[in-house]
């Protein structure tokens, strides 16, 4: 990264605030850091203390000088028409995850019948809780992920956007997270879904190699955000023909093999790993029910350009969607 020049600094002092200086090496524009340092005012100006004003938003600033996710700084991060509460510990929401799943709800033809949904891995719980913003048909929705801190505050932000009135207050019965591991032989018989009655299977599973979280995450994510929900634990591969970083897929699709949801959407990392995930199902002797389905979305899926690649394993192409890097594997019952 190159350094930045000390008339950026001097400029920074002068024209935006004497606290943008500590926010400028995280930023590195003077437009970030004008737009970082207003909502931290913001956030300020917004909440309680006996501190005073001016320390706290030098408080703040000295911990996003350190690279600290302003997400953790500010507490929350807006996600679709929600208000998504952020805490350590816990995977922050991106926005291709918002814009994947956006998409997502785009797609579902139109139907008064309830729907029910499962998340995978589910974090902030900001995946289901986006979609039954989105379609006010849900009724019955579960999110499930490893973590007790990541269970806490999922149920945490589905209170919140309830009271935000982002969510109606039904979602307080309909909606529900556990505590889980997917991997547990007896986590299949736990779920409240008999097959063929889930009507969607999300997960962003860890989907990062050891190698690629070490060369080429950002260093505020590799010193902040939870490893365990972004690099699969090696233990986890025995049993699996796959690369380590793929391992998660893997299991999903034995839990797609036996649930035979709708329709499914995973996040991925990039479109190798995409191509490698369809090439998983593809090749599923127990997902011929998906035979043909498979498609590759980019970060905007919306956008109108489209390409097919070709599998490696029979050559088969699938279709690939959208602008940016690769970013989620759809694939639906072609009974649907």
Avoid at 127 to 136: G, N
Avoid at 265 to 284: K, P, S
Wanted: charge should be positive.
């Amino acid at each position: 990264m190159p350094r930045l020049a000390p008339s950026l600094f001097r400029q920074a002092r002068k024209q935006i605030s004497p606290f943008a200086p500590l926010l400028l090496p995280v930023c590195r524009t003077l437009d970030s850091t004008a737009n970082e340092l207003r909502w931290i005012k913001e956030h300020v100006n917004s909440t309680d203390s006996l501190v005073p004003r001016k320390l706290r938003i030098w408080q703040a600033c000295l911990k996003r000088e350190k690279g600290i996710p302003l997400q953790y700084i500010l507490g929350n991060q807006p996600f679709g028409p929600l208000d998504i509460l952020c805490k350590p510990s816990v995977l922050i929401p991106r926005p291709e995850t918002e814009s994947i799943i956006t998409h997502l709800t785009t797609l579902l033809p139109f139907s008064s019948s309830p729907l029910k949904i499962l998340d995978l891995c589910a974090g902030t719980g900001c995946i289901p809780l986006l979609i039954a913003s989105l379609l006010p048909s849900t009724s019955q929705t579960l999110g499930v992920d490893i973590t007790p801190l990541a269970i806490s505050l999922s149920r945490q932000n589905l209170s919140h956007n309830i009271s935000l009135s982002h969510l109606p207050l039904s979602a307080s019965k309909s909606i529900t997270f556990t505590k889980s591991d997917i991997f547990s032989p007896s986590f299949l018989s736990s779920l409240p879904f008999s097959p063929g009655e889930l009507d969607i299977l999300t997960s962003n599973p860890p989907y990062i190699s050891p190698a690629g979280f070490n060369k080429n995450t950002e260093r505020s994510v590799r010193l902040y955000e939870p490893k365990l929900a972004l690099v699969p634990d090696v233990k986890l591969g025995k049993g699996y023909d796959c690369p380590p970083e793929d391992v998660f897929y893997a299991r999903l699709l034995e839990i797609v093999s036996v649930l035979q949801p709708k329709r499914v959407l995973f996040e991925v990392g990039d479109v190798e790993q995409a191509r490698r995930v369809a090439e998983m199902v593809v090749r599923g002797g127990e997902l011929k029910n998906y035979a043909g389905t498979v498609e590759i979305w980019r970060d905007d899926p919306e956008g109108e350009e489209k390409e097919r690649i070709s599998l490696r394993n029979n050559g088969e192409e699938v279709e690939v969607k959208g602008r940016g890097n690769g970013r989620g594997v759809y694939f639906w019952r072609k009974d649907c």
